[in-house]
Antibody, heavy 129, light 110 residues
């Protein structure tokens, strides 16, 4: 059974870089069908997609965060990571990692999908001095 | 890329049906059949309920159904149960390999 677990500091100072890691267990991060994504949720607010990465390192980012976000992958550790620079109090949120299905080959046909089907439990990050 | 618009709250009595709307634009909801819906109980991670507008993952009750017309997608919960009380978020593919989420709807079972 695939599981995702977020880890990282719960407190980050303003202007510093937030760093989180998502460890994938029960399956391989190198699966050809899946990307791996980060989503966040500020206290009392809605979900916001941050970005997603393929095991090859191909990335897609939310345009509103793109200038501050870097997502990387370490296939040897079955992990992917998020770095968010120059954080402010507005970056305080629960950060989730999730498996992001984008599509797969069946014979000669490629089928597109776009949804996130397995989520980690989330980790709370507070930005405060 | 603006958040999709959902009603802040929807309520219904046990056994009733409710519908949650999710309005976007031709660049997201209206442009692709890649709308998904997520259920989130307090303090928990979101759970996928619907994908590709109307498809249910294995294990999700058939009381949940999805549809789309133009730039608006909808999630219907029939035979409302106490356990359905939660927040619900729509999400749409928005082109260029990006996603946009809805503002979220709190469902209350009266």
């Amino acid at each position: 059974q695939l599981q995702l677990q977020e880890s990282g500091p719960g407190l980050v100072k303003p202007s510093e870089t937030l760093s989180l890691t998502c460890t994938v267990s029960g399956g391989s991060i190198s699966s050809s069908s899946y990307y791996w994504g980060w989503i966040r949720q500020p206290p009392g607010k809605g979900l916001e997609w941050i970005g997603s990465i393929y095991y090859s390192g191909s990335t897609y980012y939310n345009p509103s965060l793109k200038s501050r976000v870097t997502i990387s992958v370490d296939t040897s550790k079955n992990q992917f990571s998020l770095k968010l620079s120059s954080v402010t109090a507005a970056d305080t949120a629960v950060y989730y990692c999730a498996r992001d299905l984008r599509g797969f080959w069946s014979g000669l046909n490629y089928y597109y999908y776009y949804y996130m089907d397995v989520w980690g439990k989330g980790t709370t990050v507070t930005v405060s001095s | 890329q603006s958040a999709l618009t959902q009603p802040a709250s929807v309520s219904g009595s046990p056994g009733q049906s409710i519908t949650i709307s999710c309005t976007g634009t031709s660049s997201d909801v209206g442009g692709y059949n890649y709308v998904s819906w997520y259920q989130q109980h307090p303090g928990k991670a979101p759970k996928l309920m619907i994908y590709d507008v109307s498809k249910r993952p294995s294990g999700v009750s058939n009381r949940f159904s999805g549809s789309k017309s133009g730039n608006t997608a909808s999630l219907t919960i029939s035979g409302l149960q106490a356990e359905d009380e939660a927040d619900y978020y729509c999400c749409s593919y928005a082109g260029s390999s990006t996603y946009v989420f809805g503002t979220g709807t709190k469902v209350t079972v009266l």
